[in-house]
Structures are given as structure tokens and as C-alpha cells.
């Protein structure tokens, strides 16, 4: 027993040692795409300390560099035709040629092979080489030479029908659109894209693929699609292409004896960006548990793991920014979460909770919106005022002042008809409570200067409850059920500006 | 000489034990005891004083879970508006007759009742009342109207009413219901018996 006890420690000491070993090196999560006039192809990189880096063992002949451990000059020299960069080994640096240049970490060795930060190529090599070296962190892109590599987003405005998209070329580029049976073929003339595309369609637009030929766009429609258009317009130094399709027309065998007019497609308009952020605020947090389950789940980390849920399904899919009030488990204000929405301008705030009963059956989802009158004497209908303020240069600026608590109130139409729009999504994926829309005092909505809702998702006070909002499932069908009323709502913004 | 000397000792032992003396008293009364403190004085012969009462509108939670639902129960008939709403205020805070089912925290106290010369009340809760919130938007509105409710619908000369927690204006009891300024009755939280 005492040897055990002696050997304890030493195992601990291991365990230990062999987990931040763990932790400080590790893969990423997908490799760096290398683009170049002969193809693209894979870069393995590893991950130290955060930090990402390419073995030089692994691009040497990509870039036709040469390298070696350099003592005398305290770090590794790369040799590219006869020039020379020097790496630190203990600094972010380089020199080359002579001049300094800041990297994101050192250079590293492991075993035999060194490896070099990914911004080495972009911020260093780039400077003695013959051809531009572009890293674009986000798409993992590395482009070298001087290729044509335009961003492309997709964008589903509205399920429909009709069904609206919108697709964006940044730089603006050339390019053609073929219609094909079931489908749109929009061809670029690049050398390859960058592109960001929903998972999966919407309405009459099955899906959107990319790539399927080098440079093209496909939209494959569905089944019951009819006549599709896809308008491109240039703006803003992009191309903007809005898609837009309509029902199938009924056939003589299918139409109804008073067939309806043909559906025609709505003449296409610019998409402005009436709904470009969405805050969304998981309930309680840090020493604010909020509501506990009856088998031990707490509302602070479910609101969290929906709102993760609808953000990255928001971002995906619509291509709107959302920001979260907290993105872990951490105590926020009440006004913090509101001044995180207003701050960011944001042009609809949600508040995700999950509620509780004294008695354990009650059950399903409810949406409140704000009580704004309720009969508060001075806290009735806002009154805001506008003052002037110098500004730097000698002039002045208007700005609009409106009474911190009393925000929300001149929102309370558009936050009643999202309540609405939200309820109805809601109501064809899950159960909804006896009050499913309901307005009441809610102390986190009164300062927030937008539209804002708050959803209770399920009850913790019933078991039954309890089980389904932990489940997968049911965070899935209320993310969806949001993603859908935030598209429609965007569809009633806009609608709304348009009159 | 010595007459004079023996009469300063007796002076002096006279003086001493009368500071003694004093010293004890005033210890003795410091320290609450002793046989100085008047005798209560109880009439046990008389004849107990009949209470008058009279029947209060208390909330409970509907067997849904979705309202409140009222009850008569009878209160102390108090003299003035202000204890006569500590008395229904009390009776609101107890656990009631099962089956009826409270949607008051376990504990929670009164700690201060008043009214203000324009009509609005102040109910002091104890702390309580939040820290032992269940949470939950439907059961927090449920706790909060239970509270003004009760008042408004016993006193009618009082409209609106502010919860105040230990003494203290409070945002929210758990994080949802605004408190921050005094409630009107809400009847669309509560449903028939």
C-alpha cells in the first residue's frame, strides 16, 4: 500500500504532463486550402499553444525554398532563388532582407522538422517572392500567384413561394447564367472562389452548390419550382445576384376549374440589409442559475446551448451577424444585455429563457413581448428629445435622445408582430403553452432601443419538459422555428420600408 | 483628636459603602435582573375581548398552473388602511389550505406595509421572496400579481403597488417581472374558482 501510495504522486505528475501535451499541441480542424496556377491541394498544419503552424518539410518544394538551423543568426534561414529570409527561434520575427517583419509566433521545432507560423508566407515570404501570397484565415485559403479568387456568399431572403436569394461576388466579376431543367448554372470567370453557402435551400431551392464545375454557382431547384431568374447587378464594387423562384404553374390536368392567374415573379429589387444583426441573449448565467430542472438541469447552460444553436444557424443560412450577450457561463446585467443590443445597433433582440410552474404539469413554449403602458404614470409613452453636440472639426451633430427605460416602447408594434410571426413557427414544430403570445412587464425588454421578444422554451418544472429541452431534437426545432420567423420578419421590415 | 480621627474612618467606611452600593444597583439594572422591575400586572378574571374579522380575497395558483385563483378567508378586522393591509398581506404570505397551492416562496415575511399620500403602496418583503424563487417568467408574474392583487382587491382605495425586498427597491424577484415602479391589478392573470 505505501509503494502505491509513494507512486502516486508520479503518476499524477504524468497524467498531468501528458494532458497540457495534449492540450498544447493538437490538429486543427480542417487543413490549409493551398491555391496556385497548378490546382489546389491540402497543407497539413498543426496547432501549439493556440498557434498554427506548416511544416517547412511540407511546402519546400511547393515554393522551391530551401532552409536550415541558423546558430549564428539565432534562428532558421529560408532561401528562396538565392534571397534569404531569417526566422527567430525565441521572437515573433523576421528579417528579411534586411527588414523586420512581426509574425505571430516563432518559429518551432519538433523532432526533426521545423515549422514556421501560417502568416509566414503572406507577411514574409510574400516580400521576396515572385508571385503574390494571400492568406484569407477565415475560408483557411493560402492563394499563390496572382489568381482570381472571388468571395461568394449565399443568402436565402425568403422561403416563399416565390423563393428569394441573393448571391455576392466580391470583387465584382464576369459572369454567366445558364438555365438548365431544375436548375440555375451561374458561371464566374475565376480561377477559383471562396464561398460561403447555407447547408441546406429553402422553399423552392433544394440546395445551392459550389464548385461543382470550378467556377460555378449551381441552384438546384425543387420539384414543384416553376420559372426561375437569376438578376445580377453590380453595387458597391460586387456582383449582386438576386434569385428568384416561383410555384410551378398548374398543368391542365392539375389546375382547378378556376385555375389562379399564373404566379408571376416579383420584379427584382435591391435587398437592403434592414435586419444585418440579431443579438441573442441566453437567460441568467454565472451564479444566476435561473430555473433548476427536477433532474438537475439549470436554465443558464440550455439558453446557452439554443442560442449557439440559433447563431450559427442565423449565420449560416442568412448570412446576418448575431451576436451573443454572453458566449459562455458567466453573469451578465440585465442592462448589460441590453446595452450589448444597442450598441451593436442591433435590429432584433431575443431573449432565450425557460420557465417554471408550481404546478409540475404545466407545460409548452410561450413568447412575450414587451407591456410597455402599464399605467406607470411618468413611465407612460416615451418622449424623446433631440440635443445638438460639437464635434471634432468644428461642426455639430444631432443626436437623438431617448430615456434609457423607456426604449423598448416605441418598438412595440414590430416586437408584437415578430411575438406573432415567432408563435406561428414556433406552433408547427412544438408544443405551445396555454398562453403562446403574451405581453407582460419583462424587465430585460424595457431598455432595449428595437424590436425584442422573450421565449420561454419549455418548462424545468415538468420532467417530461425537462427531458425534451435537453434533447437535441427539440433544441433543433426551436432554433429552426427561429430561423424561420426571423426570415419572415425580415420579409416584414422590408415590406414595410418598401411602403 | 482621636474622636475626630475615628469619626473620619466612620465617614470614610460610610462613603464607601454607599458607592458600593450604587455600583451594585446600577450593575444589577445593566444586567436586567433583580427584584426591581415592576410586576406585569394580568387580569386573568376578565372577560376575553371578542376579534372581529373580516373576509379577505387571497390568491392562489389554478390547478393548470397558468393563473391565479381567488379564495375568501377571513382576516382580522385591523383599525386604518395600513394594518389592516398587514393583516391581508400576512394572511397572503402563509402557506393555504391544501389543495389550494401557494405561489409564495417558503419563508417569505412581511417586513413593511405603507401607504403613500397619492394611493400607492409599498409592500417589504423579506429577502426570501427572491432568494427562494422557483424562476421562470409564469411563476415569477404569478408571485408578483398575487402581492398586488391581494391589496388592490381588499383596499380599494389603493391602484398600484411597489414590492420592495428587504427594504429595497429590486429590479426583478428573479430576473424577469419589472418591479421597478409601483403594479396596477392585473384581473387577466386570474381565472374563476
Excluded: C
Amino acid at each position: 500500500m505505501r509503494g502505491a501510495a509513494s507512486l502516486f504522486p508520479a503518476i499524477l505528475v504524468l497524467l498531468l504532463t501528458a494532458l497540457s501535451q495534449a492540450q498544447g499541441t493538437q490538429s486543427p480542424t480542417a487543413p490549409l486550402s493551398l491555391i496556385s496556377r497548378e490546382g489546389r491541394r491540402a497543407i497539413p498544419t498543426t496547432v501549439a499553444n493556440g498557434r498554427e503552424f506548416v511544416a517547412l518539410d511540407d511546402v519546400a518544394s511547393i515554393f522551391q525554398i530551401s532552409f536550415r538551423e541558423d546558430t549564428l543568426a539565432g534562428g532558421l534561414t529560408v532561401t528562396y532563388k538565392g534571397r534569404t529570409i531569417v526566422v527567430s527561434t525565441n521572437q515573433p520575427l523576421a528579417s528579411v532582407s534586411g527588414r523586420a517583419v512581426s509574425l505571430s509566433t516563432p518559429a518551432a521545432r519538433t523532432g526533426n522538422r521545423w515549422s514556421v507560423p501560417i502568416d509566414f508566407f503572406s507577411s514574409a515570404l510574400s516580400l521576396i517572392y515572385d508571385g503574390r501570397i494571400e492568406l484569407r484565415r477565415a475560408s483557411r485559403l493560402l492563394i499563390v500567384g496572382d489568381l482570381r479568387v472571388p468571395r461568394v456568399t449565399v443568402r436565402i431572403d425568403s422561403a416563399g413561394p416565390p423563393t428569394r436569394a441573393t448571391i455576392e461576388i466580391a470583387p465584382a466579376t464576369r459572369t454567366s447564367v445558364v438555365t438548365e431543367p431544375g436548375r440555375l448554372v451561374i458561371r464566374l470567370e475565376a480561377d477559383a472562389l471562396e464561398a460561403t453557402v447555407p447547408r441546406d435551400g429553402a422553399g423552392l431551392i433544394d440546395q445551392f452548390r459550389v464548385g461543382e464545375e470550378p467556377t460555378t454557382v449551381t441552384i438546384a431547384l425543387a420539384d414543384r419550382a416553376g420559372p426561375a431568374r437569376a438578376v445580377p447587378v453590380e453595387i458597391d464594387g460586387m456582383t449582386r445576384f438576386q434569385i428568384d423562384v416561383a410555384s410551378q404553374v398548374p398543368t391542365a390536368e392539375t389546375a382547378a376549374p378556376t385555375s389562379a392567374p399564373v404566379e408571376a415573379l416579383p420584379p427584382p429589387v435591391e435587398v437592403r440589409s434592414v435586419l444585418g444583426t440579431i443579438v441573442i441573449d441566453p437567460g441568467h448565467g454565472g451564479e444566476d442559475v435561473g430555473v433548476r430542472g427536477r433532474n438537475g438541469s439549470e436554465e443558464k447552460a440550455l439558453t446557452l446551448a439554443v442560442a449557439q444553436r440559433v447563431k450559427a444557424l442565423i449565420e449560416s443560412r442568412l448570412g446576418i451577424r448575431v451576436i451573443l450577450t454572453r458566449d459562455g457561463d458567466r453573469g451578465v446585467g440585465l442592462d448589460e444585455r441590453a446595452a450589448t443590443a444597442n450598441n451593436n445597433k442591433a435590429g432584433l433582440f431575443l431573449s432565450l429563457h425557460l420557465n417554471a410552474s408550481p404546478v409540475a404539469t404545466s407545460a409548452g413554449v410561450e413568447v412575450v413581448h414587451s407591456r410597455v403602458d402599464r399605467g406607470g404614470g411618468d413611465r407612460g409613452a416615451p418622449e424623446d428629445d433631440t440635443v445638438v453636440l460639437p464635434v471634432f472639426g468644428g461642426t455639430t451633430r444631432a443626436v437623438d435622445l431617448i430615456r434609457w427605460d423607456l426604449a423598448q416602447a416605441r418598438h412595440a408594434d414590430t416586437s408584437a408582430a415578430f411575438a406573432e410571426i415567432l408563435a406561428e413557427h414556433l406552433r408547427e414544430r412544438v408544443k405551445m403553452g396555454a398562453r403562446p403570445r403574451r405581453d407582460l412587464p419583462l424587465r430585460v425588454l424595457t431598455s432595449v432601443n428595437m424590436p425584442a421578444v422573450l421565449v420561454e422554451m419549455a418548462y424545468l418544472s415538468n420532467a417530461d419538459q425537462e427531458k425534451l429541452a435537453q434533447s437535441d431534437a427539440y433544441q433543433v426545432s426551436v432554433a429552426q422555428s427561429i430561423l424561420d420567423a426571423v426570415l419572415q420578419f425580415r420579409t416584414y421590415l422590408e415590406g414595410r420600408e418598401g411602403r | 483628636m482621636t474622636k475626630r480621627r475615628v469619626a473620619l474612618m466612620v465617614a470614610a467606611v460610610l462613603v464607601l459603602v454607599l458607592a458600593a452600593w450604587a455600583v451594585n444597583r446600577v450593575l444589577t439594572r445593566l444586567a436586567g435582573v433583580g427584584p426591581e422591575t415592576d410586576p406585569v400586572i394580568v387580569e386573568t378574571s376578565a372577560p376575553p375581548t371578542a376579534v372581529r374579522h373580516i373576509n379577505a380575497t387571497l390568491f392562489s395558483v389554478s390547478a393548470n398552473g397558468e393563473s391565479l385563483v381567488p379564495y375568501q378567508q377571513e382576516v382580522v378586522l385591523a383599525e386604518g388602511i395600513v394594518p389592516q393591509g398587514r393583516e391581508i398581506l400576512s394572511a397572503q404570505l402563509e402557506r393555504p389550505t391544501p389543495p389550494r397551492v401557494s405561489v409564495i416562496p417558503e419563508g417569505t415575511t412581511l417586513r413593511a406595509f405603507y401607504v403613500t399620500d397619492s394611493g400607492d403602496a409599498f409592500v417589504d418583503l423579506s429577502t426570501e421572496v427572491s432568494s427562494r424563487h422557483s424562476g421562470g417568467s409564469s411563476a415569477e408574474l404569478l408571485t408578483v400579481y398575487a402581492v398586488v392583487n391581494a391589496v388592490t382587491a381588499n383596499l380599494p382605495t389603493i391602484h398600484r403597488v411597489q414590492i420592495l425586498i428587504d427594504g429595497r427597491e429590486a429590479d426583478t424577484l428573479a430576473g424577469h417581472i419589472d418591479l421597478r415602479s409601483p403594479l396596477e391589478r392585473d384581473v387577466s392573470i386570474v381565472s374563476k374558482p
